[in-house]
């Protein structure tokens, strides 16, 4: 996978720095709210009917999504009274979310959040029969944690408000020392679910209660990676993102159906790194050009990585028609190329009780081989909790049985060779 960093911060002094306003009136939005210091907030009501929404603009491709993120800010909420409740504005939302989920011309849900993603609420208002005077996390416009906000009022803010959210989906929000609450997003729907349209969205309307509501010195960060990478892996009940695997979820392979994974982990390679070794660079192959459809999308792997190819040319030439193949020797194959473009690129190891073939992104790729040249890859830190794990690996005399037959870079490159010149698909 090819994470890249989106970040926004703003003290919102001089510009919104990329990201779009919609407003009630000119004494919203960035200005001085009045009573604080002479620099700007973001204010999203100061008085009554007033409302406004701050859209970061992060931008996600079709095939991109945020896999965590991390985002602080000060925020203050007053109302009429020293006290959250009837007599308080309605409130304020932060979301990630499809920005159709939450329309501009829908303000009256801007403080109850988005229908679709995740949203964290805070509702100062008691509602008659319905939830309020409340901090809350939601997904998909559901409850999933919350925490009353008590009598707090104007002792509240303005306080350090902060959202977090890692890759397996868990939340934690806290307003100030003393409220905070957290939240699991269930089913791993964090991993799986479509974030084409998704944007960070901070919107909040006071009702015809008065009150204010601001924020200033926002800080936000998050991981944004490209699906197209070819990071979806196939597992007992779902495709699912490689970087929320855990030791223990199954994964489908070909030969044992679902097995459990042993260890997983990762190494990220900065821009400077792959400056002084291009060698590592990643292989894109796009979709389809392995044939047959195959990968299903555009697939990345570390050079190394091993493809499974299948065809009668590999049944004439090793007497068997599957074979592993590195990834770069597929380099002379139309659609399968360096990839050039990206400025960092994380590269994400699962191991099993024995060498297995796995798919990803609909093509048959191996799991992490433990022959001495792959184990040398992972790192000092990452070898010795393999070894931990498989202490047989220490003492053994010969290579690791592996899944299919691994041709030699010549060989393998004349296969690739002879399909080119019979226009045949490298997978039957």
Request: with cysteine; hydrophobic share 40%; aromatic share 6%.
């Amino acid at each position: 996978m090819a994470p890249r960093i989106f970040d926004y911060a703003n003290d919102f002094e001089t510009s919104l720095s990329g990201a779009t306003s919609d407003t009630s009136g000119t004494s919203v939005g960035a200005t001085d709210m009045p009573g604080t210091d002479a620099d700007n907030e973001y204010v999203f009501y100061s008085g009554g009917g007033e409302r406004a929404r701050l859209d970061l603009n992060a931008n996600l491709a079709a095939d991109e999504r945020v896999t965590s993120f991390n985002v602080t800010m000060e925020l203050d909420i007053n109302g009429t009274s020293g006290a959250f409740g009837n007599g308080q504005p309605d409130g304020l939302s932060f979301n990630l979310t499809d920005q159709s989920a939450l329309p501009v011309s829908s303000t009256g849900n801007y403080e109850s959040g988005a229908t679709e993603g995740l949203s964290v609420v805070i509702l100062p208002y008691t509602w008659d029969g319905l939830s309020g005077n409340e901090m809350q996390i939601l997904w998909d416009g559901e409850v999933l944690a919350s925490t009353s906000l008590g009598t707090e009022g104007e002792a509240q803010g303005p306080e350090t408000f902060s959202i977090g959210v890692d890759s397996a989906g868990n939340v934690t929000v806290s307003w100030g020392d003393d409220l905070a609450v957290s939240a699991s997003i269930p089913d791993d729907e964090w991993a799986t679910a479509d974030q084409s349209n998704w944007d960070f969205i901070i919107a909040g309307r006071s009702g015809g209660n008065g009150g204010e509501a601001y924020i200033d010195g926002i800080d936000l960060e998050a991981s944004v990676v490209c699906f197209a990478s070819g990071t979806m892996i196939l597992t007992d009940n779902a495709q699912q993102a490689v970087e929320t695997l855990q030791p223990g979820d199954l994964v489908m392979t070909r030969d044992r159906g679902a097995q459990p994974i042993r260890w997983i982990g990762s190494v990220m390679l900065d821009a400077a790194t792959l400056q002084d070794n291009p060698n590592l660079r990643p292989i894109r192959i796009d979709a389809g050009a392995l044939g047959n459809g195959t990968p299903a999308n555009d697939l990345l792997v570390s050079p190394q990585h091993r493809v499974l190819v299948r065809s009668r040319i590999a049944q004439r030439m090793f007497g068997t028609d599957e074979v592993l193949v590195a990834a770069r020797q597929l380099l002379k194959l139309d659609g399968v190329g360096v990839a050039e473009d990206l400025a960092e690129v994380e590269y994400v190891h699962f191991l099993f009780d024995r060498h297995e073939v796995v798919f990803s992104n609909g093509a048959e790729t191996e799991s992490l081989y433990t022959g001495a040249q792959a184990m040398k890859s992972v790192g000092p830190a990452a070898r010795a909790e393999i070894l931990s794990l498989f202490p047989e690996l220490r003492d053994r005399e010969q290579a690791p049985e592996s899944a299919r037959n691994f041709p030699s870079g010549r060989l393998a490159r004349k296969l690739v060779a002879r399909h080119r010149q019979n226009g045949k698909p490298l997978v039957m």
